[in-house]
């Protein structure tokens, strides 16, 4: 993850020093970083210049000689806390007292991890996805005593370099990872209980409502397809799966008020007619370009039959 982030802020033009558990790792860091970037500008993925800044990326032989003069330090060591205290912990010593430290924990809750660093209202979460140099979503985390200026600070940042940001909660796996797993579970029943294989379960996700997800998200297409229907369903999948699939108390009173989504005027957000046309329409123009660009691109490898 490190060195895609990496690759993200040089290409960015931001000025990069990175170090690695031992010098011959950082130099080997440093070589992988910039063969990768001269790859992604040979796919025509990158623009030259950008592929060149990655040349520019320096290297430092420990953590004080690489966050002694930095703004922003990023951490992204193995997930494993003693080693991110002990990190954190030598990053915010070395580190000048106003420059924002972050780490790019998967699920370590943030009020543990600001327990190591000096002035820990400088610091918080900044959660990437791989591959982070084409992933736009970054989950910001801020931990209790982060300073909402700092906060400010490290979204503007993100939206500068091209990012999407949206600030959450340290609850457990954040909300990327928490939904994520919930999905990967009920795919891995489904399997579980014969109802189709493992290339079946995915193309029922990627090509059924998987196919709406960049554009929209499970608030916005709840809204679409109408709350009441939700309920319904969701009382089918209560009857034969359990408790998991219990509606939401909140779900019952806003359909009780008559909020059933879109077609009503408000659901999870309010619309009026117009506003309800052009989404509709700006939905079927996306959605048109998407199939259009699917049967453009060459079909990919999935991998083969064989596995579990
Ligand atoms: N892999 C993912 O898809 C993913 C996605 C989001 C977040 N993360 C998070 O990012 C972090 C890193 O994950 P990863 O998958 O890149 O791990 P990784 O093992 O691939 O990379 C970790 C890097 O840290 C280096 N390192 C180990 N000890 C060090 C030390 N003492 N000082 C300096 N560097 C040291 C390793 O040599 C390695 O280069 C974790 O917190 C992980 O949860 C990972």
Known sequence: MGLGVAECFAAAGIDVRLTDATQ????????????????????????AEAAERAKAVETADNTEGAVGNAELVFEAVPEDLDLKHEILS?????????????????????DELAGSVEHPERFCGMHWFNPPEWTPGVEVIPASTTDSEVVERVVEFLRAIGKRPAIVGSGPGFVANRIQMALFLEALRCVEEGLASPQEVDEVVRSCFGFRL??????????????????????????????????????????????TGAKSGAGFLTYSDEERDRLLLERDRRYAALNELLERLP??????DGGT
């Open 214 to 259: 960049p554009f929209f998200g499970p608030f916005q297409i709840a809204d679409m397809a109408g709350l009441d229907v939700y309920i319904s369903v969701l009382k089918t999948l209560k009857e034969g799966l359990g408790e998991r699939f219990e509606v939401p108390s909140w779900l019952h009173e806003l359909v009780e008020q008559g909020c």
């Open 90 to 110: 030598a990053c915010s010593e070395a580190a000048p007292t106003e420059a924002v430290i972050v780490s790019n924990t998967s699920s370590l809750p943030m």
């Open 299 to 304: 079909p990919m490898e999935a991998g083969r």
């Open 24 to 47: 011959e790792l950082t130099r080997e860091a440093r070589e992988q970083l910039v063969k990768r970037t001269r790859g992604h500008a040979e796919a025509g993925l990158l623009a």
